[in-house]
């Protein structure tokens, strides 16, 4: 515990508040397993700078060779001189991005290899406690789904989110790692609820006369991309190209009127789904054979579709049945 | 080209269409718009929509004649008759609340004086003494947490579809009866003629959403997310569980889909993530 308390007071030496409450108070707030949790994965966090220097955001290496993986809102300048635990700087450089999710791969210079160790990705996340890395040391988690449904803006593609609860209000907590008991990491926290937006959220909740709360202080719903979606970013990162490739048809669609109904809202030009002949209009039955109950049963079926494999749609249009079989694409060509 | 953003006329057109007035010609101004920003103008405009629709202060069963007429026809005008006995339970306990006050300003405060001021072993005893029966008959957060996921996890694993599809009138029940007509009500306007997607096929689908792994929303007695309605609820059994025995969620508002990128939260540092009805929503894929 002493070696983390100097490591996090090396990091975050330049912070205007006292060193005592980064150091005290949310380390207090871990349980033994974390704390171990913790110990095990404080050598590949590295702290992210703000333009005066002082701790902004985190980052977490993915590999021995110096790549750290970091959210976007833990930039504020490029290149980062990061600090990691035991007072080692580190220069860091933005080589890869993933626009989709927001997620920056960042490369280190003069990197010597086995140096550190890596976090290793977890393949799922369990629910439970989690502990959440931030700039001013982890914080108690707990998740409470790992399978939200989310959109992801201007994009609209559709990720499956982790949703969870940490027990700090105020924290920056954007750019957040979590990680498991074991030291897994499970998920990088993207968002945070807003409560502040009473023009939608809370007009979608008047019409239904059910009043938004949300929670006792001290509490902060974030959400975190979750391993399955980490899983294939790690992934992309890896190669030599450094990107990531996630399966696109070029379809978007909406709910209709009916129970069930899924409606074509609109095709990207060129797309698979363009070339097989699906229209604006058209009704979504079923895909690969499986009936698709509601719009979210289909985006998540689309989700899990590999690069490459084949896709085939039950349609229905003008009173007639078709089929629009097609090979699944990758998002980067469509963009 | 994509347009980045909507010109005025193109804005008129949208909203035409959101709130059901859509002309010839509108769905071809938007043409050529980014797909991302009509959809950000048609989340803004729907929940414009939802809001007024929301500012209804007098009810309509209140408005509606029909309503009152019928309400009449079925209850009787007159003022119901009750029966003698029950004034004298009106009177029973004004007078019980009465005799229990008595008594506390006759006895509570002279063990006060008595004492002067009461001991922390007293204050500790009397605690102990209110918090015993909330033991005792209040059942706990891991009784209330089995009786109400048990069936929940059967269902995942054993129970046939069928049995699934009970709550589902419920999560599809406002596509019914709520829903104005869409901008793209024209382009769909045969869906009345449509077939909607059966029960058995909406268990199949339940089917397959479960082998692949995914906490489908669109099953309500599928282990869903909770939604931000009951973050409160969500939050305080979050508390409860730190430290104590794991507990999940049982919120299961399976229409709210998670919007990323509404701006950010500079404090935060984060993105702001909003909830908002799936059905106001388009998914990209």
Redesign the interface.
């Given at each position: 515990m002493s070696f983390l308390a100097a490591s996090l007071a090396v990091a975050i030496a330049q912070f205007d508040e006292p060193q005592e409450r980064f150091i005290d108070t949310p380390i207090r707030a871990v349980?033994s397993y974390q704390s171990a949790a913790w110990n095990s994965i404080v050598d590949a966090v590295a702290v992210l700078p703000d333009s005066h220097g002082k701790p902004?955001?985190l980052a977490v290496m993915i590999d021995d060779k110096g790549h750290f993986v970091a959210h976007v809102?833990?930039l504020v300048e490029e290149p980062i001189t990061a600090k990691m635990s035991g007072g080692l700087d580190v220069r860091l450089g933005r080589i890869g991005f993933d626009k989709e999710t927001?997620l920056v791969l960042l490369g280190a210079q003069n990197w010597v290899t086995g140096k550190r160790q890596a976090v290793r990705v977890a393949p799922e996340v369990k629910?439970?406690?989690l502990m959440v890395a931030t700039v001013n040391g982890p914080v108690?988690g707990?998740l409470?789904?790992?399978?939200?449904?989310?959109?992801?803006?201007?994009?609209?593609?559709?990720?499956?989110?982790a949703?969870i609860?940490l027990?700090s209000k105020?924290?920056?907590?954007?750019?957040g790692v979590v990680f498991d008991n074991s030291g897994s990491l499970v998920g990088i926290?993207?968002?945070?609820?807003?409560p502040m937006?009473p023009?939608?959220?809370m007009?979608?909740?008047?019409?239904r006369n059910?009043p938004?709360?949300?929670?006792?202080a001290g509490?902060?719903?974030?959400?975190a991309l979750g391993p399955k979606i980490l899983n294939r970013i790690v992934k992309g990162f890896r190669t030599e190209s450094h990107k990531v490739e996630h399966?696109?048809?070029g379809?978007?669609?909406?709910?209709?009127?009916?129970?069930?109904?899924i409606?074509v809202?609109?095709i990207t030009k060129g797309s698979p789904c363009d070339l097989a002949g699906v229209k604006?209009?058209d009704?979504i039955?079923?895909a690969n054979g499986?009936?698709?109950?509601?719009?979210?049963?289909?985006?998540?079926?689309?989700?899990?579709l590999e690069p490459g494999s084949e896709l085939t749609l039950k349609l229905?249009r003008?009173?007639e049945q078709f089929e629009a079989k097609m090979k699944v694409g990758v998002q980067k060509n469509l963009s | 080209m994509n347009q980045d953003h909507l010109n005025d006329e193109q804005m008129d057109s949208l909203m035409r269409q959101i709130f059901g007035e859509s002309e010839a010609g509108d769905l071809a101004m938007l043409e050529g718009v980014?797909?991302?920003?009509l959809?950000?103008e048609r989340?803004?405009l729907n929940?414009?929509r939802?809001?007024l629709?929301?500012l209804k202060e007098v009810p309509e069963c209140q408005l509606s004649t029909e309503h009152l007429r019928n309400a009449i026809l079925n209850q009787g005008s007159g003022s119901k008759r009750t029966a003698p006995w029950t004034s004298f339970w009106k009177f029973a306990v004004p007078v019980a609340a009465c005799a229990a006050i008595a008594s506390w300003m006759m006895f509570g405060p002279k063990t006060m004086t008595q004492t002067g001021q009461p001991s922390s072993g007293s204050i500790a005893k009397n605690s102990d003494h209110v918090a015993q029966p909330s033991l005792e008959t209040a059942p706990s957060a891991a009784e209330i947490s089995k009786d109400t996921q048990e069936p929940v996890a059967s269902n995942q694993e054993v129970t046939p579809p069928v049995v699934q599809d009970e709550p589902e009138p419920q999560t599809?029940q406002p596509?019914?009866s709520?829903?104005r007509?869409?901008g793209?009500?024209g382009?769909?306007a045969?869906?009345?003629?449509?077939?909607?997607?059966s029960l058995q096929?909406?268990a199949?689908?339940?089917v397959?959403?479960i082998t692949?792994g995914?906490?489908?929303?669109?099953?309500a007695t599928m282990k869903?997310?909770?939604s931000?309605?009951n973050?409160?609820d969500?939050?305080?059994r979050?508390?409860e569980?730190?430290?104590g025995a794991?507990r999940?969620?049982t919120n299961t508002d399976?229409n709210?889909?998670?919007?990323?990128?509404?701006?950010?939260?500079f404090?935060?540092?984060?993105?702001?993530?909003?909830?908002?009805?799936?059905?106001?929503?388009?998914?990209?894929?």
């Open positions: 349980n902004f955001g809102s833990s927001q629910k439970g406690e108690r707990q409470t789904s790992d399978s939200r449904p989310g959109i992801f803006l201007p994009s609209l593609r559709f990720v499956p989110l949703e609860q027990e105020d924290f920056p907590v954007g750019g926290l993207g968002a945070i609820l807003n937006y023009e939608t959220a007009a979608t909740q008047s019409v059910d938004k709360q949300f929670g006792p509490l902060t719903v974030a959400y399966p696109s048809v379809i978007f669609f909406r709910e209709g009127e009916g129970p069930g109904q409606i809202d609109e604006a209009g009704q039955m079923s499986v009936p698709m109950g509601n719009v979210i049963d289909l985006a998540a079926m689309l989700f899990e229905y003008n009173g | 980014s797909a991302s920003v959809e950000q989340i803004v929940n414009l939802s809001e629709r929301g599809k596509v019914k709520n829903r007509p869409r793209n009500s382009r769909l045969s869906n009345t003629s449509t077939p909607a997607v096929d909406l199949s689908s339940a397959g959403a692949m995914f906490g489908s929303a669109g099953n869903a997310a909770p931000s309605d973050v409160s969500s939050a305080n979050a508390i569980s730190f430290g794991e999940e969620s399976s709210k889909v998670v919007l990323v990128g509404g701006g950010s939260q404090d935060a540092r984060a993105n702001s993530a909003m909830e908002v009805d799936k059905r106001d929503v388009v998914f990209g894929g």
